[in-house]
């Protein structure tokens, strides 16, 4: 099952069939989020609603986002790892990065609030002060105010690599601006969670050629999702739920940089494929 929210209410897919759900506002959406057991909710929503077989239109769709935060895992990967490390050499940090891999703690961040967050079709940015910024594909959590994870969607976190590495701290301004998350198109609504099989992939199309293509599997994810959340939510509360972006396996090589235009397509085949312009 799958959950499109649009720009007048939500979409939800079941089995090749769409049922269109009116007048859902922020705060009936921030509501449908919440619920505990989403895919319970939605099959209970829909029963008594006529179906229809047209496809969703990707124009009409939004950010599956209400007044939710956004979070972020880092260093999940040993790609990922490995990036961190180069980019902070010179500033000493690179330790920091093989250490958390291999602790028990994760690294967690603050990510995005709703404002700051795009949808399928909109633009993401690069920060003005960045020399070097990259896009990066992520499985993120949708996770009910219980910490119970209830959904996956596909997240793009932008990230300003020349920022973060010339300092570790300074990695808020290096990942927190507007335009810096992309969320969508829709939320998977599993009842088990996503197999290790599942695949990441990116292209980045740069004059319609492409500039740069990877992909991985969640295989390579070294932390179990549900204990990134266990520990977001120690002395944390989300009365709406939240996001949490679980870190990337796919990273550019050190020479390549995005650039105004670029078109950025994040695919995780059972929820959809993320397209984003930079702006």
């Given at each position: ?38 895919h ?13 077989a047209?496809a ?50 994760p ?131 989300f ?11 796919i ?13 950025i ?15």
């Amino acid at each position: 099952m799958r959950l499109f929210r649009t720009q007048t209410g939500c979409i939800v897919e079941e089995k090749g069939q769409h049922y269109r759900i009116e007048n859902v506002d922020g705060a009936g959406w921030d509501s449908l989020l919440a619920l505990e057991d989403l895919h319970a909710g939605l099959t209970a929503f829909i029963q008594d609603l006529t179906p229809s077989a047209a496809a969703t239109d990707p124009a009409e769709l939004l950010a599956p986002i209400g007044h939710q935060e956004v979070w972020a895992a880092g260093v999940t990967y040993y790609r990922s790892r490995g990036a961190r490390m180069e980019e902070s050499k010179d500033a000493g940090g690179g330790s920091f990065y093989d250490r958390v891999y291999s602790a028990e703690r994760p690294e967690l961040f603050f990510k995005s609030t709703a404002s700051r967050t795009v949808g399928p079709g909109g633009k993401v940015r690069i920060r003005a002060d960045a020399t070097w910024s990259v896009p990066e594909p992520e499985l993120t959590l949708l996770v009910s105010p219980s910490g119970h994870i209830t959904g996956y969607t596909i997240g793009n976190d932008m990230s300003s690599r020349d920022i973060e590495g010339e300092n570790p701290l300074y990695l808020p301004q290096a990942k927190v601006y507007s335009g810096s998350c992309a969320l969508g198109p829709s939320i998977l609504v599993a009842q088990s969670p996503l197999p290790p099989t599942t695949e990441i992939s990116i292209e980045i199309l740069r004059n319609q050629a492409v500039a740069f293509a990877g992909q991985t599997t969640l295989a390579e994810l070294k932390r179990e999702p549900q204990s990134l959340v266990d520990y977001l939510f120690r002395d944390n509360a989300f009365p709406q739920g939240c996001f949490l972006m679980t870190g990337t396996g796919i990273v550019p090589p050190s020479n390549f940089t995005l650039a105004s235009a670029d078109r950025i397509r994040i695919t995780i085949p059972p929820i959809g494929t993320l397209e984003n312009e930079v702006g």
